[in-house]
């Protein structure tokens, strides 16, 4: 059987667990041995005890954890060539030449860079030395595949990625929690939510929780939405309600570019209505506990998914993610979604909302 190693990089999200569990099963069911990789690329590159074999039973218990059991870092190292070399001689000293990457589009685009130098890395060790001068016929290139692990959902190419269902859950028990608060005491909330550059979880979690308005980094409210926002909330308030919910996405900005954070809207509020206004920021709490039934399926069926990809994949083959798409598990292109999420990032910095909008959607 084939050697693969399983690792988890960058933020870590609930779910990733279900998927790091289902890759070892499903590699140990085919007659593959499994590796763990601890702690991502850093795990790679520094090798020891980082790198070990994985059983049946060492994936027992975890399904219903948050985080990552293996760990998870963002590297420095490997994103030089040294840091690579390094990675590629601990890999190739278990025979290691599959790899499912679990995280987001930085790791995958890591993974996808690996690939491309893996045969001048393999060539430098040998003449250095480091490795038998077969290694380059048996180990000729490595196979990649990739799961998207992050709470924000900021990946093209797939409908989901792995912890956002747990993440929206977190937010609206949360927000639920507020409004009981704030209709008591008749106060605006504002609420601020993860999702760096993509709002799409202030954009559902605004839906789920009736929330009065939302801003996003894709999309920047009008140039006079102070007034608009200040409008909305007093005619909620003359409709009868007793409180405003506005949620806020850590990334989001106006038209100019400029941030609009959750203090700066109670600044807007509290001035124009005069309303007790208060900031309440998920932060990490978002991010932790322990995984929804959906995250925990998905984990399962990408996992086993990316297991059967591999043992399809020849050394020619190129990188690919595995999606889900209309609730099916589908293998798409690497780096075509990798470069299509930064075109989204691209632009919206350059305030084509439009076009940011648009990439983001599915088609
Ligand atoms: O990408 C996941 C995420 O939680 C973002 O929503 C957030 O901006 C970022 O990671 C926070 O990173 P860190 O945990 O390193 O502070």
């Known amino acids: 059987g084939r050697s693969m190693a399983v690792f988890t990089s960058g933020g870590d999200s609930q779910g ?32 020891g005890n980082n790198i070990i074999e994985a059983s049946w039973n060492s994936v027992s218990d975890i399904i219903q954890k948050g985080g990552t059991i293996i760990g998870s870092a963002r590297c420095k190292d490997f994103r030089e060539r040294a840091g690579r070399l390094k990675a590629a001689e601990n890999l190739l000293q278990h025979s290691i030449t599959n790899l499912v990457c679990i995280g987001g589009d930085g790791s995958l685009t890591g993974a996808n860079q690996f690939r491309k130098d893996w045969a001048g890395l393999v060539q430098e060790l040998i003449d250095a030395g480091r490795v038998p001068a077969s290694k380059l016929a048996e180990c000729p290139n490595i196979q990649i595949v990739g799961l998207v692990g992050s709470i924000d959902n900021d990946f093209c190419g797939t409908d989901m990625t792995i912890g956002t269902d747990t993440a929206l859950h977190r937010i609206i028990e949360a927000t639920d929690a507020v409004v009981s608060t704030a209709q008591s ?48 909330l007093a005619q909620m ?9 506005i949620i806020v996405a850590e990334g989001a900005i106006d038209r100019d570019g400029s941030p609009i954070s959750a203090e700066l809207v109670q600044k807007v509020i509290t001035e124009t209505l005069h309303y007790d206004t208060r900031v309440t920021v998920l932060g990490h709490v978002q991010r932790g506990g322990c995984p ?12 086993a998914e990316a297991v059967l990809a ?43 909302w439009d076009t940011a909008v648009r990439l983001r959607g599915r088609s």
């Open 16 to 47: 990733m667990n279900s998927a790091v569990r289902s890759v070892v099963r499903m590699g140990l069911y085919l007659g593959c041995r499994v590796f763990f990789i601890h702690e991502g690329y850093q795990g790679m590159v520094d090798g």
């Open 185 to 232: 005491h008749q106060r605006a909330f504002v609420i601020e939510v993860m999702g760096r550059h993509c709002g799409y979880l202030a954009l559902v979690a605004g839906l789920a929780s009736e929330a009065d308005w939302c801003f996003i980094p894709e999309w920047p409210p009008p140039t006079n939405w102070r007034e608009l926002l200040c409008e909305k």
């Open 237 to 245: 308030r003359s409709e009868g309600n007793r409180l405003n919910i």
């Open 292 to 303: 929804t039934a959906f995250d925990r399926l998905l984990g399962c069926r990408m996992g």
């Open 310 to 352: 591999l043992m399809e994949m020849t050394p020619e083959s190129e990188p690919c993610v595995v999606s889900i798409d209309g609730n099916q598990m589908v293998r798409v292109p690497l780096m075509q979604c990798v470069e299509r999420t930064q075109a989204v990032q691209k632009a919206m910095d350059n305030k084509d």
